[in-house]
């Protein structure tokens, strides 16, 4: 994960900032690129429509950025690592994950 945010402030996917690990998880056994479609899927309704110039000038439009309290994500973990994860999504409304 380090080398993944190691340049962050050069990278539009991390708004040209820094970035601060405020929590770390393990999953095994689970690919990476579906681990991150699951949670695009769960976090869809969260998702931050937004749009930044890159260090060139360029718009980018983030994918990755959504706004959800910690709590949530560590809840999505939970779920994905005892498999229930199929058929939830987050709810802005209720601050909460709801079957689908």
Sequence with gaps: ?????ANAKHDATYLLADVEVVATYKLFNINRTKLEKIFHRVLAPAQIDLTIQDRFGHPVHPKEWFLVPINIVSQIVDKISDGSIDGFIYDPKTVGLVKA
């Design 1 to 5: 994960m380090k080398k993944r945010i």
